[in-house]
């Protein structure tokens, strides 16, 4: 079974980076658009960003629009997520997923999800 696995999370203080970074077991999701969703506490799973399975095409959530940069290496099976001048909101449980394009990821539609890493920013 091909599973994602996040990596990255940590508690950092506003305005600090962090990267993000999400390993596929298999070659499979290579041809799968990537994206990032997050949950907060008490909210419901957000989508982030998407990146097309060539890299050529990205799209994000407005709220990280400019902050965050979602970028992928398909030789190494992975998919990243720059995350620039956090702020508090940003604190929440991160998600990779793979799926069939940007737009069923921005809908929340994916064949595949990982378990998520931590993300909390200190005000």
């Known amino acids: 079974q091909v599973q994602l696995v996040e990596s990255g999370g940590g508690m950092v203080q506003a305005g600090a980076s962090l990267r993000l970074s999400c390993a596929a077991s298999?070659?499979?999701?290579?041809?799968?658009?990537k994206g990032w969703f997050r949950q907060a506490p008490g909210k419901e799973r957000e989508f982030v960003a998407a990146?097309?399975?060539?890299?050529?095409?990205?799209d994000y959530a407005d709220s990280v629009k400019g902050r965050f940069t979602i970028s992928r290496d398909n030789a190494k099976n992975m998919v990243y997520l720059q995350m620039n001048s956090l702020k508090y909101e940003d604190t929440a449980v991160y998600y990779c997923?793979?799926?069939?394009?940007?737009?069923?990821?921005?809908?929340?539609?994916?064949?595949?999800w990982g378990q998520g890493t931590q993300v909390t920013v200190s005000s």
């Open positions: 298999t070659r499979t999701f290579n041809t799968y658009a």
């Open positions: 997923a793979a799926g069939l394009g940007l737009q069923p990821l921005r809908a929340g539609q994916a064949a595949n």
């Open positions: 990146i097309s399975w060539s890299g050529g095409d990205t």
